[in-house]
């Protein structure tokens, strides 16, 4: 039987920041659970669009011309090829909508980098 | 500027049951709102998988072989070709995901079937 995910418990499985977990596939899409604070390294993902999706606080999504807050209960979709620069003054949980495909520092690379997302 | 969308304001803009509105598009995939009351019509989609994200509420997924109770902040996904009815004892409200492709009663057609689908 296909059992409901519960989004709460899988949030409460880690703690570390910037480190990206898929909970769900489908479509060729990941569904992933995040958790930011601070400030994240400026990317862009050259064929993929991003949504974020708050689910408690809030980040300040920067882009080169600009910056918007994102609140709980708010989401944004950068599309492929903006760069972007997600910052959070307080921890931020996070759900993320993307291709299977996608580096989550896109074409940059720092030590944060995750090449392979763990499932929880 | 990139905007941040607000999904209670999205969900305030309607308030019929079983008629998805489309708030982004990322990656051929459509994110949609729905509002969902009573038994939707039994159908499967043999391309697309689905996933239903509950924000207010709960409602039941039933399958062929049983049923499963999603309540607010659960999510669950849809394998294609999977045969489903939504059933939701009082008013719900789900987030979808699924390819822009995606009629919501699949194969099946019944009077709520929306060929097109509205964007807030």
Do not use: C
């Amino acid at each position: 039987m296909i059992q409901p995910i519960r989004i709460a418990e899988k949030l409460s499985a880690f703690s570390d920041h910037w480190n990206p977990r898929v909970i769900a596939e489908l479509n060729g899409q990941h569904v992933k659970l995040a958790k930011f604070q601070g400030e994240f390294v400026w990317h862009d993902h050259a064929n993929e669009d991003e949504l974020f999706l708050v689910l408690k606080g809030r980040f300040r999504m920067e882009f080169r011309d600009g910056a918007v807050e994102v609140g709980e209960g708010e989401m944004i979709v950068v599309p492929r090829g903006v760069e972007h620069r997600p910052v959070a003054e307080q921890e931020v949980h996070v759900m993320l909508f993307e291709p299977a495909s996608t580096r989550h520092t896109g074409d940059a690379v720092d030590d944060r980098t995750v090449t392979e997302y763990e499932w929880i």
